[in-house]
């Protein structure tokens, strides 16, 4: 079994988008993606009627307690993110049948990405965060949305909302309130406070 440095930092996810966010802050870290059933946690979640940040806390634990069993002296971030409209949750899409339903479920109006994030060491959780930024959904014709999801291409299944708001999710949008991090799926300001508090700063050491 690999053994890490106690300064190492790794990230419970494949997410290409929480890695690039890492890298471009300047952060050293691993890759090593959880194998969690997401799909069968938020049921639970939502059969034990729990919040919507509750449930997004409970999935990022999960996957970084996981990870933080095979590396316990690295510092292992995970993260979840659950789309809440009005109490309903959204997942990332299967198909594009599903992508088209939460499109027009979200058409006109505004919801909140819960974002969480949990860092875990010595199968310990040290830290955690959850960030709600709302997004306003401008309403969304029949043609936009068909044509929309012709140009994502196997992109519609990559987030909850089946847009990237640095892509071209941003035809979707027409309001903004909370960190863009939070919304791009981790709210790396306030983890990037906790990992210089234990040294880990922009060169990924102390």
């Given at each position: 079994?690999?053994?890490?440095?106690?300064?190492?930092?790794?990230?419970?996810?494949?997410?290409?988008?929480?890695?690039?966010?890492?890298?471009?802050?300047?952060?050293?870290?691993?890759?090593?993606?959880?194998?969690?059933?997401?799909?069968s946690l938020r049921q639970a979640a939502m059969a034990d009627e729990l919040s919507s940040?509750?449930?997004?806390?409970?999935?990022?634990?999960?996957?970084?307690?996981?990870?933080?069993?095979?590396?316990?002296?690295?510092?292992?971030?995970?993260?979840?993110?659950?789309?809440?409209?009005?109490?309903?949750?959204?997942?990332?899409?299967?198909?594009?049948?599903?992508?088209?339903?939460?499109?027009?479920?979200?058409?006109g109006l505004t919801h909140h990405l819960v974002t969480a994030a949990v860092v875990f060491?010595?199968?310990?959780?040290?830290?955690?965060?959850?960030e709600s930024p709302s997004i306003a959904i401008r309403t969304l014709p029949e043609d936009?949305?068909?044509?929309?999801?012709?140009?994502?291409?196997?992109?519609?299944?990559?987030?909850?909302?089946?847009?990237?708001?640095?892509?071209?999710?941003?035809?979707?949008?027409?309001?903004?309130?909370?960190?863009?991090?939070?919304?791009?799926?981790?709210?790396?300001?306030?983890?990037?406070?906790?990992?210089?508090?234990?040294?880990?700063?922009?060169?990924?050491?102390?």
């Amino acid at each position: 079994m690999l053994s890490l440095p106690a300064t190492r930092i790794i990230l419970a996810t494949a997410s290409p988008t929480r890695q690039a966010m890492l890298r471009d802050a300047g952060l050293s870290f691993e890759s090593v993606p959880a194998s969690v059933d997401e799909e069968s946690l938020r049921q639970a979640a939502m059969a034990d009627e729990l919040s919507s940040a509750d449930a997004a806390t409970l999935i990022a634990e999960m996957k970084a307690r996981q990870i933080s069993g095979r590396y316990p002296d690295a510092f292992v971030i995970g993260a979840d993110q659950l789309l809440d409209c009005n109490g309903q949750w959204y997942a990332k899409p299967a198909d594009r049948k599903e992508a088209e339903h939460t499109l027009r479920s979200l058409s006109g109006l505004t919801h909140h990405l819960v974002t969480a994030a949990v860092v875990f060491r010595n199968g310990q959780r040290l830290w955690h965060q959850v960030e709600s930024p709302s997004i306003a959904i401008r309403t969304l014709p029949e043609d936009f949305i068909a044509s929309y999801l012709d140009a994502l291409g196997k992109d519609m299944t990559a987030t909850p909302g089946v847009y990237q708001i640095e892509k071209l999710g941003a035809h979707l949008i027409s309001r903004i309130d909370g960190s863009p991090y939070a919304v791009l799926g981790l709210p790396l300001l306030p983890l990037l406070s906790f990992l210089r508090e234990h040294g880990l700063d922009f060169r990924g050491g102390a």
